[in-house]
Every structure is written in structure tokens, then in C-alpha cells.
């Protein structure tokens, strides 16, 4: 170590004092007054490595010697000040994240705000409803669908907006009757599946999107297509379907289609509960697969494993061999 101090730059300093939030990497205390240590001891070794930021009694504890050495080693400050920068890079990460998030709130507000205006001066009752179900602010949508449908917009337009609404019971059934008229002879088999949808009618619509989906691909339309197939997965008519073999499997109390429907849609309290409340009908029903599921729902590991070799022995393919040739 030098005789003559060199004294740490100002950049420098101004470095590690903003990366220790000018706060004791040590006793973390906020408001303390606080100095710029050197870990090694050596006064001109002012790299960045060799500096931390330590309150005065925490200072003083690298001085101090005892029976067994200083209370502050260099290696232990080091461990303190790397994981202290490391908590005020994360809070200084989240404090950006929350004025970021804050900003964009006060200018997604002021835009929802503008547009509301802009169409309530136009009297855009139906662009309002929408709006406002964008929000989903339901009091001030199902405010501006009444004050649409006060003007008659039309069929199309009545049945979107109590659809908007999860409402189609409040469609009247001429209107509901004329709109259906209006898809079938167009051949919109789409637009008539999400009618149907919307209707509460899931095997209606999932016939109209298979028609129009195979028309596309007949046409060679890969894109409509692909865009209402997209469309079935996306809408749950896929699980509708399940819920509505569930229902008819659980009216005639078939026990196997009503645990598959069930798996299907992932109704996992539901299905323990029906398989063990049967659990009699089971034992006695012989079904190794029934079994099976009863027995890795009481958590049977050994019946389960016994269960799946029984299946697994009376499961065959079928082989198929060719003809002989003729001579």
C-alpha cells in the first residue's frame, strides 16, 4: 500500500454510491451516513471490484480485531455488496415497472375516455355498447344496447347485441326466425354456426362450421379453413359438446361414457366424485378400465398396477393376413 492516498474520481464514486442506492451494503439501514471502503485495504486500488459502501459502525467493524479476527472480512462485505446491488437492481426494475405501467394507464384511460366522448356526441349507441363490453363495464354496455335497440337497427344488429350480452333469450323470435331465414339463403354456414352458438344451440353450430369448413377445404380456401376451425376450438363449442355427452350418458347412467366425458373436460373433482360414489357399481360391473380409474383415485398404487398388466395381457391387434394368390 502506497504512503499517499489517491483519492476515489468522482464519476467513480458517483458510480457506487448510486449502485448501493447510497445506502450500507451491510446493515441496509436507509438515512445512515455512509463512506466508500476499500475491501483490500489498499487505498489507491479504485476499481469498482475493490469499493463498497459502508455506514460508520459497520466500518468500523472491518477494523476491529478480535479473538477470532476482524468482524468483516473483504470476503464477506464482497457477498454483502454483490447481493445488496442485486436487491436494488430488482427494485429499481419494479419502481420503472410501476411508472411505466402507471403512464400507460393514465393514456389508456385518457383514450377509452375520448373515444366514449367522441361516440356519445355522434349518438353510436351500438359502437358505445361495444366499447363499453370491451371494458367490460356491463352497467353502461347493456345502458347503450337498450338505447340501440330503441332505434330498430335491424335483425343483424339486435341479435349481436343481446348476444353481446349472453341474452339470446331476449331476442324476439320473429327477429331470431328472419336472421336464420337470412344465413340459410345466403349459405353463410358460418355466420349461421356462431348464430346457432349463440342461440345456446352447440350441435346446430358444429354442423354449420363443419359444412363451411369442408366447403373451404373443397374449394381450396386453406385459410377460411383454418381461420373457423380456429374459430371452433377458440369458442368451446368443443366443450359444450362434452357437457351435453355427459348429460345424456349421466341421464341413462352409463357409468363409462360419463367418467370419459368427464376426463375429456377436465372436471377432475367432479369425476372423483361420481367414480366414488359408485365405486359398488364398479367392483361389480368387472370393467378393468373402471377399475382402474377407482383404484388410482383411492390411491390403490399396487390394484392400479395389478389392473393395468390385466389390461395390458387382453389388449390384441388385429392381424390381418393377405389372400393367397391365385394360381
Not at 296 to 324: F, P, S, Y
Request: hydrophobic share 35%.
Amino acid at each position: 500500500m502506497t504512503g499517499t492516498r489517491q483519492p476515489v474520481g468522482q464519476s467513480l464514486a458517483a458510480y457506487v454510491l448510486f449502485s448501493s442506492d447510497r445506502t450500507c451494503c451491510v446493515c441496509r439501514e436507509p438515512g445512515k451516513d455512509v463512506q466508500i471502503h476499500h475491501i483490500d485495504g489498499d487505498r489507491d486500488n479504485n476499481t469498482s471490484s475493490n469499493l463498497a459502501v459502508l455506514c460508520l459502525g459497520c466500518h468500523n467493524a472491518t477494523l476491529i480485531q478480535g479473538g477470532f479476527g476482524r468482524k468483516l472480512d473483504p470476503d464477506q462485505i464482497i457477498l454483502y455488496r454483490d447481493d445488496w446491488h442485486r436487491i436494488v437492481l430488482q427494485q429499481r426494475s419494479m419502481r420503472d415497472s410501476q411508472e411505466q405501467s402507471a403512464s400507460q394507464d393514465i393514456n389508456k384511460m385518457e383514450v377509452i375516455t375520448s373515444v366514449a366522448e367522441i361516440y356519445r356526441e355522434n349518438e353510436e349507441y351500438v359502437l358505445l355498447a361495444m366499447h363499453y363490453h370491451s371494458m367490460g363495464n356491463c352497467d353502461l354496455r347493456d345502458k347503450y344496447i337498450e338505447l340501440a335497440i330503441d332505434e330498430d337497427p335491424g335483425d343483424q344488429i339486435i341479435c349481436s347485441l343481446r348476444a353481446l350480452q349472453g341474452r339470446p333469450e331476449l331476442i324476439p323470435p320473429e327477429v331470431a326466425k328472419r336472421r336464420l331465414e337470412s344465413l340459410t339463403s345466403n349459405e353463410d354456414w358460418e355466420q349461421r354456426a356462431r348464430f346457432y352458438d349463440d342461440l345456446g344451440k352447440p350441435v346446430e353450430a358444429l354442423k354449420d362450421y363443419v359444412r363451411g369448413i369442408g366447403e373451404s377445404l373443397d374449394q381450396n380456401s386453406l385459410f377460411g379453413a383454418a381461420y373457423y376451425l380456429k374459430e371452433v376450438v377458440t369458442s368451446g363449442l368443443v366443450n359444450k359438446l362434452f357437457t351435453l355427452a355427459y348429460e345424456e350418458a349421466k341421464a341413462k347412467n352409463d357409468l363409462w361414457w360419463m367418467t370419459r366425458a368427464l376426463e375429456e373436460l377436465g372436471w377432475k373433482d367432479e369425476l372423483k366424485s361420481v367414480v366414488l360414489k359408485k365405486a359398488k357399481e364398479i367392483e361389480q360391473s368387472g370393467n378393468p378400465h373402471l377399475l382402474l380409474l377407482l383404484a388410482k383415485l383411492k390411491g390403490d398404487n399396487v390394484q392400479a398396477v395389478e389392473l393395468t398388466k390385466e389390461i395390458a395381457r387382453g389388449t390384441h391387434l388385429v392381424r390381418h393376413t393377405k389372400a393367397d394368390p391365385k394360381p
